[in-house]
């Protein structure tokens, strides 16, 4: 693996590491409060400050912001932890994560390669090259070379064959969205003593 491939699997492994710290604060501050360090509603207020930003960032570290190369063969954009590449020739998956902000869906197609390197696809023109990379993968695949795993919401996504599965994808997506949320807050207010 080249050595610019390896820090931006570093770097993004950092990124999701000081997300999920952040998202964890609210233990923290219930420790913190504890041991009479600081106020009881210390984890209350860490809490809701954590879930906006971790629920804000995480999603969006490996979105591409602007993208500035594309070749026959890669894709290469910025990232809230820096510069990603994706080999297109060597895509292992491709899923479909779905946000919801003002009243609408956003969504965004999390790719990763066989050099374990993730890119969110965002902007039309590099949805237009990863959906021709898995079609070339498709290809190849009714020839017998195995092919990456495309799910059936992503594959809805890109207009690819099943065309279903996006309206079920979205539905999980928002409730999987409210249960975690709501869960994380009773559990913030538990950690506050409410």
Known sequence: MEATTIRSVTRARMGSCLAVAVLLLPLGGYGLARM???PEGTPIVLGLLSAIAGFVVLPSLCEERVPFRHSSSRLTAHTLTGERSVDLDRITTVRLLTTFSYGSAYRTLLVR????????????????????????????????????R?????????????RRGLVVHT????LLLTVSSSLYVVAVLRLGGQ
Do not use: Q, Y
């Open 36 to 38: 009479g360090v600081a």
């Open 171 to 174: 539905v999980l997506a928002f």
């Open 150 to 162: 495309v799910s059936r919401a992503a594959r809805a996504h890109l207009g690819l064959p099943p």
């Open 113 to 148: 390669d066989a050099h374990g390197v993730r890119l969110g696809i965002t902007t039309e023109r590099s949805r237009r090259k990863l959906r021709r990379a898995i079609e070339k993968a498709d290809a190849n695949d009714a020839r017998g070379a195995p092919g990456p």
